[in-house]
């Protein structure tokens, strides 16, 4: 049965405005060309490929539903697997008694195609690849002393007869794993080298000499190459982790390449739908103050000045505090934990937003100002056509540009946000996945001898290539839409 | 010009009620004065006459917003909002809801904040300005290309990976400086410097990328051309000509952030353990300690709004084509 959390719902929102951006962009050439002119960037086509991949991630991640439970005989229904008790709520436990029996706990389908991973859950910490657990613990011998050693894990390297040949399990299935990634990677490129050769009106081999010559307009051999290492990359992890714990086990025995991988998604969430909240009021505001000048470019200066002059993470903690004051209060409106963790997920987004907006609609009403001197716009409200159609004909289309560098620009600023604000328990619900929520956890852990790594540089590497893919995206972007720059190069 | 200032200044005052405004709703939407009570007396079983007790004892036994029992004016003065904010106007914070005076304990804690953002600012700034100097020297060549992929990466790095690595390599790996803590007098210093290595070394992404847009945009202009034709050497025209004008969107930058510095920076202070404004913040936060955070955010937007008219004026000063109006 599939459940539609708010975020959820605002990520569709979110991707059904980029497929209409993206129709509306293609028909018109002054939108066009600058993304043909990214496109054409290898830095940025490859930036791509690399978010793509997060991307896909998350949306997989966001398609939540109740896992239908099989019919139990003996009365008692079956009780969730404790791994995922403290994830589902109290709720409705006796839903409908009838035919179809639908857990409580909600899943997304990302869930389902790591339910190894999800389900593989040690007793403690436990070094990346390990077989032991990283704790003494005592041991019971088969002759019935007890000695304190190193326990096996349960499930990491649990398949090994003989430990001490883990080294060449891992080189086989590394070796296994490339090879896949490597023949799903020629099918594809077997595909894209058709559809090129065909644009181009050259048979197949032409075309594929012409890709891996650099001769086309598209960097596909960029391209290329980027998907062949994510490729090669996930299908090794996904080959490893079905025998090991990748990156290890986390305090309470979760699988930490489980975690970054699930905390994707709320970094993605907390970079975009931010965005998407704050654009209206941006945009329009900022349109009508610069427009219409005069009492309403008073107004809307009071209000983003008064905003922008409340230091940002007070404004913060404060609504979030807020926000953990009233669901206490009402804690039996949330049907579980999930929903009140994406709510507040959300209300963070929208905090956010309220303090991020301010820049953009400064930035806007500058721009505005100088449109409305233009002559066409003018001419347009000298003949008398309404101040509505003249913003959305003449003026919003001219400040798009603005509007689309910042978006991008700002993603990657909040994706690292997210990380500090969980830090001082003002960002995500402790119970959720995330980045921050990661480090702040393995923190305390450092201090630990020998230190536990593993949570800390996951965290780090997940976070560090969607940042720095989403970094260097933005600046083609922005060399790309900025007409400024344009005229200096 | 000083008609410009008087009428900033004044411009100041409705919005730094909005921001008194703002703090107070989101405050008080959720928790009411008996609330605060509650959790400042400590005990689950409070009685109402203490709870009463401790209202009119800090002044939170009025209406929230608008009084309707008394006449004229009055309905608006004889609030909790009014009566809280008037005093804030004259920079008298009043004491914390836990007994301390709010003046004297910012007093206090002003100088550990300082002694991190100054040193961080001034090194920051030093070290960004040389190396984007360099980088535009060498520009379009390996070394710009490699610099420039080395800037965006440490911008992508999460400021916490640097607070968190700083501690470990030098704190604990080399043993060379303690982790965090603080200390009075000249023995802070030792306590003072990863903070400080950690604060610029995070800034220089960002920091050097911006300083060098603006090398590169002041390098295509006329007068640079000019005086290349001249015949000066790249090293002249960069320092004479280049650095010079470059520095004025620099500087105005810095003088914005200038008063800003007091607020102290809340993540470095509370990972490092420096009694500092910041950390004073947050504990305020987590403590709900209405008083401490009305007093910061109203100290906060009086900065920021001190730091909007120092940079019209610093225009002024460094650029003689501006003029204020």
């Known amino acids: 049965m599939p459940v539609i959390l708010t975020t959820d719902a605002l990520i569709f929102l979110l991707i059904a405005v980029a497929l209409g951006y993206g129709v509306y962009a293609s028909q018109h050439e002054h939108l066009r060309a600058p993304w043909r002119s990214v496109a054409r960037s290898r830095v940025g086509v490859a930036a791509l490929v690399v978010i793509g991949f997060y991307v896909l991630i998350g949306v997989l991640d966001s398609m939540h539903f109740h896992p239908r439970i099989e019919p139990v005989t003996t009365g008692e229904a079956a009780a969730p697997a404790q791994t995922d008790a403290e994830r589902s709520g109290p709720g409705d436990a006796a839903a409908a008694p009838t035919e179809a029996r639908y857990s409580t706990q909600v899943l997304s389908v990302l869930d389902v195609i790591l339910t190894g991973l999800r389900e593989r859950q040690e007793k403690t910490f436990s070094a990346p690849f390990a077989t032991h657990l990283f704790v003494k613990e005592p041991i019971e011998q088969p002759d019935g002393s007890i000695v304190r050693g190193y326990p096996p894990l349960e499930h990491g390297g649990a398949h090994l007869k003989d430990p001490s040949r883990r080294g060449f399990d891992i080189a086989v299935r590394t070796v296994l794993g490339a090879i896949k990634g490597m023949l799903v990677w020629m099918a594809l490129t077997a595909g894209l080298v058709w559809l090129v050769a065909h644009a181009r009106g050259e048979d197949f081999n032409d075309g594929a000499n012409a890709i891996w010559q650099g001769r086309t307009e598209v960097p596909w051999r960029v391209l290329l190459i980027a998907l062949a290492a994510m490729l090669v990359l996930s299908f090794v992890a996904a080959e490893l982790a079905a025998g090991y714990h990748i990156l290890g086990t986390d305090k309470v025995g979760e699988d930490v390449f489980y975690q970054s991988l699930k905390s994707i998604r709320t970094g993605l969430v907390i970079g975009t739908l931010t965005t998407l909240v704050m654009l209206p009021a941006a945009v329009i505001l900022g349109i009508m103050a610069g427009y219409f000048r005069g009492i309403t470019d008073d107004v809307i200066q009071y209000l983003y000045t008064t905003l922008n002059s409340i230091p940002g993470v007070l404004l913060i903690a404060a609504a979030i505090l807020m926000l953990q004051v009233y669901m206490t209060n009402n804690a039996d409106q949330f049907a579980s934990l999930v929903e009140r963790a994406d709510l507040r997920l959300l209300f963070l987004c929208i905090i956010l937003g309220v303090t991020s907006w301010t820049g953009l609609c400064r930035l806007l009403r500058g721009e505005s100002l100088k449109l409305r001197e233009q002559d066409y716009v003018q001419a347009a409200s000298a003949l008398g056509v309404r101040h509505g159609t003249i913003i959305t004909r003449h003026i919003l289309p001219n400040v798009l540009h603005i509007v689309m560098i910042t978006v991008v620009l700002d993603f990657s600023g909040l994706v690292l946000a997210e990380a500090v604000l969980s830090y001082v328990n003002i960002g995500v619900d402790p119970t959720m996945n995330s980045w921050g929520n990661m480090i702040n956890s393995a923190r305390l852990e450092l201090a630990r001898e020998p230190i536990v790594w593993w949570s800390l540089a996951a965290a780090f590497v997940f976070m560090f290539t969607l940042v720095l893919a989403a970094n260097l995206f933005a600046d083609v972007v922005r060399d790309a839409f900025d007409p400024r720059l344009a005229r200096v190069t | ?325």
Request: charged fraction near 15%; charge should be positive.
């Open chain 2, 1 to 325: 010009m000083s008609a410009y200032i008087v009428r900033r200044l004044l411009y100041a005052i409705p919005i730094l009620i909005g921001v008194n405004l703002i703090t107070f709703v989101l405050f008080f939407v959720v928790n009411s004065p008996d609330d605060m009570a509650r959790m400042q007396l400590g005990d689950k079983r409070v009685t109402e006459e203490a709870i009463q007790a401790w209202k009119a004892d800090h002044g939170y036994d009025r209406p929230l917003l608008f009084n309707a029992e008394a006449e004229g004016l009055g309905a608006l003065t004889d609030t909790i909002f009014f009566q809280k904010s008037v005093k804030l106007f004259a920079l008298n914070f009043g004491t914390s809801d836990s007994g301390r005076d709010i003046g004297y304990d910012i007093r206090q804690r002003m100088w550990p904040s300082l002694a991190i953002a100054l040193p961080v600012l001034l090194v920051g700034l030093a070290i960004n300005i040389s190396y984007a100097l360099m980088i535009v020297f060498f520009r379009a060549t390996y070394i710009d290309v490699g610099s420039v992929v080395l800037l965006v990466a440490m911008m992508s790095i999460s400021g916490l990976f640097y607070i968190i690595s700083g501690q470990f390599l030098i704190g604990k790996l080399f043993h060379l400086v303690p982790i965090s803590g603080y200390d009075i007098g000249l023995e802070a210093f030792k306590f003072l410097i990863l903070p400080v290595i950690v604060g610029v070394v995070s800034g220089i992404g960002t920091g050097t990328r911006l300083y060098r847009t603006f090398f590169l945009e002041e390098i295509n202009r006329d007068y640079v051309r000019t005086a290349r034709a001249k015949g000066l050497r790249e090293r002249i025209v960069l320092f004479r000509h280049v650095l010079k004008n470059a520095l004025i969107p620099i500087l105005t930058g810095v003088v914005a952030v200038l008063p800003l510095l007091f607020m102290g920076a809340l993540i470095t202070e509370s990972f490092f353990g420096i009694p500092g404004l910041g950390s004073y913040t947050i504990d305020a936060i987590n403590r709900q300690d209405f008083s401490i955070v009305r007093a910061m955010v109203f100290l906060g937007s009086v900065l920021y709004i001190l730091g909007l008219i120092l940079t019209d004026i610093s225009y002024t000063m460094v650029d003689p084509r501006v003029r204020l109006s």
